[in-house]
């Protein structure tokens, strides 16, 4: 099923939920004007009224338990999944879940005691899911910061606090195994995220989950998923550098995000390893006065698997080692439209079109402000 | 005054509840929902006399929805009150399981705009030059919000979808 598919199937089922009404439509429509005079201290008293509730709720002794600053992991059960190469350890009253093995497998969901057979638990999620993507993707809400396991595994941490959920997301670097079912051996990564709607089980639990990702192992080890270097090296002529024509807004709108992959050409499997830099010019080659300019960074995969794939007409971004540069407070005023050219030795460059950076319709960046902080350039992550 | 105008009110009984729905997705909330379906009806009546000559009044109908859950989202104090309010009481939710549960909260994590935008283009089915008129923003535009919302779901459910794309490409390379 694609995923507009699903996402159509899941919106049109969970309209299908709909209670009936808190009072009668047409009666409330009618009543609704003359209501309003009253609207505003109706609100003021739910108000005070649910801050009051609000209040009481955080203040129950048993959501009231002070943070502890380790969490201890003695008496821990030790989880295995043979098929995903993944271990983890769990406090020994949550429960592991696998929602669906047939069509998920490799995703496991860990549900904390309060949470078995609650109706928060909808609203209340902590996901493990291991698969075929490379551990960089697109998780760029929030805050995002870099650290290793202690068994040395890179991870991507995110951290991201919305409107209506906390939630972190723990993306790590699985190596490269190859799996009994595979032909090749492809970028895995292990996902975790902690997602809550309540901010006493946040409170309690994200400690908790950020020690079990700490006890994430592999029962056997795996190359790096950044590719073989016993391949032969990946020749100029062999690839070349793609950008998939799309900007992406991590931080809002200040930051735009240039991101792109590689393309093989022809010839045998080989290993790719280069740096890529990307330069802010103005329209006449020049660098722009923009901190960190030009940006660099090493790519490292095996061409061809490692290439990026195109589908239907669009380059699929995630499952693949990409290039990724952030380019923040882009349309500080002096900043004229730019080029952004990305080049790679042996293989010349790209230029993609910069942003309008005072754009005169909406779309994608008109909603960035000269914020009077530095415009800086840099690799991501 | 619309009040007991039949067309209205044949009008209120064919498109309330699906404004009602349209909301829902948007917000995640049945009663902001109801709240924001209300709005909408309540001043598609007090404007009935002209919109009832419009070929499509219940556009004019979602798009005061539209602007109503913006200004929502821009008014921290709503937000904040249902959050509160969500917390005392248990909220009507879909009873999802599985990776149908991963696709409902990644939509509800979606940057207001891409939800919309995925919400009218895949709930509604409306096309997405009629996404852009709704939404008063270019076409492009709404295929940008689209796409990103759509990638950030195959983000989230990528042990499922990677594995199509990589099946998918590795056919192609094994052609000559």
Redesign the interface.
Known sequence: MSIEDRVRRVLADAAATEPPPRRAPLDSVRRRRRRRPVLAGAVAVVLVLAAVIGLAAVRRPDRDRPLPSTVPTDGWVTFTDTADNLRFRYPPDWRVEQPDAREAPGTYRLVPPELVGAPERQRNLVYLTSGRRFWVGEDWFGTTSLGRLPGGQAYLRADDTGDRYQRTTWSVDWGRPCLNDLQRCLPRSVRVDLSTADTWLWDRYHLVVATIVTTLAQPQPTAPSTGDVSLPACQPGQWQLVWPEEYAGPRGEQGTAIQGGVQHLQGARCHLRTTVRLAVEDAAGRLLPVQGNPASMLLEMDLPIGGLPRESGSWVIGVTPMWRFIWDEWCNRGLPRATLRVSADGVGSITVPGLDPSPTEPGFGSGCRDRGQPSTVHAWP | MA?DDPDF?EF?AGE??PL???G??LT?D??QA?DL???A??RT??AWPRVRGYDRPVAFARKVLLNRHRSL?RRA?????H??????E?R??????????????A???LPARQRTA??LR??VDLPEAEVARQL???V??VK?WT??G??????????????E??T???RT?ADP
């Open positions: 009040r009110r209120f309330f509840w009602r729905r349209v829902f997705l995640g049945w009663d109801e379906a209300q709005e009806m309540a009546w007090a989202l104090v709503v937000e904040a009150r959050r509160l309010a969500s917390r005392s248990e009507s939710q879909p009873d999802f399981g599985g990776d149908d549960l991963v696709v409902w909260q939509l509800q994590g995925i919400v895949y709930y008063g923003v270019p492009g535009t940008s796409h990103r759509l990638a950030r779901l195959r983000d989230r459910l990528g042990p499922i979808y990677a594995d794309r990589l998918s490409t590795a390379e």
